[in-house]
């Protein structure tokens, strides 16, 4: 989707430089807006998760953590569950929550197993 590209490039060199994951959030932020102008459930829930992934490189684990399972949620919410693209959704959430508890567990101690250090926002629900 074109609302990916400029916003990866900034993530991608967030993972080196805050300045740029907060730039990437920055856009999210911007993309998410324009979502919500055009109701794509879908694309409003794909535009979270990019605030959930800037959010994580600027080590803000329980809020990045708070999105996704939100994100997740919706997932599995009658009227979003059967859209095209939630299948990818939930796929990008798993993967998301497993990178947010290895950043977490890397920041915390505990050789990168963050779950303790997620458990602000509690488990994401994996069934």
């Known amino acids: 989707h074109w609302l990916s590209t400029l916003g990866g490039a900034f993530s991608n060199l ?3 430089d805050l300045k740029f994951a907060r730039r990437a959030g920055d856009n999210a932020y911007k993309q998410l807006a324009l979502a919500h102008k055009f109701g794509d459930r879908t694309v409003i829930a794909k535009c979270l998760l990019f605030v959930a992934m800037s959010l994580m490189q600027q080590e803000q684990f329980p ?3 708070a999105i996704v399972k939100h994100v997740y949620a919706q997932c599995r919410a009658p009227g979003m ?3 095209a693209g ?3 959704l939930v796929a990008m959430c798993r993967g998301i929550w497993a990178r947010l508890k290895y950043e977490a567990g890397k920041m915390f101690g505990g050789g990168g197993d963050g779950d303790e250090n997620c ?3 509690g488990q994401m629900d994996e069934n």
């Open 119 to 121: 458990r602000n926002s």
């Open 81 to 83: 569950k059967d859209l």
């Open 86 to 88: 939630t299948g990818k």
């Open 63 to 65: 809020r990045a953590a």
């Open 14 to 16: 967030g993972e080196h």
